[in-house]
């Protein structure tokens, strides 16, 4: 597990660490059965509170991501490809929904979307 959290992103910190874990389980670079390290450890290694960690990991538990095995930790779901690609284009295409609305609110063409996306990209 690789994350870097910024503390001069707009976003808080429990979807930070909820956003990198899920894309790394969704790209396949966390396999189906591995642990993840135990709430209070990923707190003391990111230097964050318990609180954020334990909220990122309950938001990957609902999002059927991740599972709990009382006293032995949480782990990642077992995954069918077709499951995979459909939980990853949800994800995706969540995503995309809430940019988009934000994208129109300045009045941006589709058009001008897809050429800056491209640039970015």
């Known amino acids: 597990m690789n994350v870097t959290i910024s503390n001069k992103s707009e976003k808080p910190i429990y979807e930070q660490l909820y956003e990198q874990i899920s894309a790394q389980i969704l790209n396949g670079e966390l396999v189906s059965g591995y642990c993840l390290p135990p709430i209070r450890q990923a707190a003391l290694e990111l230097g964050v509170s318990v609180i954020t960690v334990k909220k990122a990991w309950e938001g990957l538990e609902r999002s059927g ?3 709990t095995v009382t006293g032995k930790g949480c782990f990642v779901t077992e995954f069918t490809s077709d499951e995979m690609l459909r939980i990853r ?8 929904e809430n940019d988009t609305l934000y994208y129109k609110s300045f009045g941006v063409t589709l058009d001008e979307i897809i050429e800056l996306l491209k ?3």
Do not use: D
Request: charge should be positive.
């Open 65 to 67: 991501l991740i599972y």
């Open 89 to 96: 284009n949800e994800t995706i295409l969540k995503q995309l």
């Open 119 to 121: 640039r970015v990209y």
